[in-house]
């Protein structure tokens, strides 16, 4: 097939603005990361904001705490803020901030889903499996992750995967998240549990958490330990 000056010249315009907008989506990416990143620095070294009982910190919290597969767990915050506020304050401030890390996580799996390495996975028969069976129900699936104890993070990546609607994934947070949130923040407000109590359960629930996640390390560390070093 052969083009003409004009052809070429709106190819390559065309290629400099899809160009442009990769790396745009790339510094939103960077930005969104980095920033989750500086929350939860600020969350690990500083005790004053730890320590604080103002709202936007619950708020802020909700990034690192529910960014991908989280390594802090948000029931003990939620708990610790429900002895100062109203459980349907708490239920409202911790749902918006849980709606936008959904987002976030959603536009960051998709970016990375984009990308051809990480695209072929669609194409594993066991991914495909998987796929399949999350699309004979996938709303009530969501539902029920959400609101139950269940993980959820694997979710966040099966929604992008299959390429599941933005708009009907948040609805499903909502929906399914509201009345946790309620049930939690209810509690802690009934129980009131001492602050002793509560870094207790967010420590074990760090360690319950990471445990899982330190199995395919191990499996990789003693694999690499089988393999002989290459004769020169």
């Known amino acids: 097939m052969k083009y003409n000056v004009g052809d070429r010249v709106i190819l390559s315009s065309e290629t ?3 160009q442009l907008k990769r790396r745009t989506k790339s510094l939103v990416i960077i930005l969104e990361i980095a920033f989750i990143v500086v929350l939860l620095l600020l969350w690990l070294f500083f005790p004053s904001v730890r320590e604080s009982k103002n709202l936007w910190v619950l708020f802020l919290y909700n990034f690192p705490s529910q960014f991908l597969i989280a390594i802090v767990p948000h029931e003990p915050v939620f ?4 002895k100062y506020y109203d459980p349907f304050l708490v239920t409202v401030v911790a749902l918006i901030g849980t709606l936008l890390t959904e987002y976030v996580n959603y536009s960051v799996c998709e970016y990375f889903m984009d990308i051809k390495k990480f695209n072929a996975i669609r194409s594993n028969k066991f991914v495909k499996k998987l796929i399949d069976l999350f ?3 996938p709303f009530m699936a969501l539902f029920i992750a959400g609101l139950t104890p269940i993980p ?5 990546f099966m929604v992008v995967l299959a390429k599941y609607p933005l708009r009907k994934y948040l609805l499903a947070v909502a929906l399914s998240r509201s009345p946790r949130f309620y049930l939690l923040a209810f509690f802690g407000k009934a129980i009131m549990l001492s602050d002793t109590s509560l870094l207790i359960l967010f420590i074990s629930l760090v360690i319950v958490g990471v445990l899982p996640l330190l199995r ?3 499996r990789w560390i003693r694999k690499e330990q089988k393999i002989p070093e290459t004769i020169v």
């Open 16 to 18: 400099k603005i899809e």
């Open 216 to 218: 395919p390390l191990k």
């Open 79 to 82: 708990l610790y803020f429900s």
């Open 152 to 156: 959820f993070y694997p979710f966040r």
């Open 135 to 137: 699309y004979k129900a």
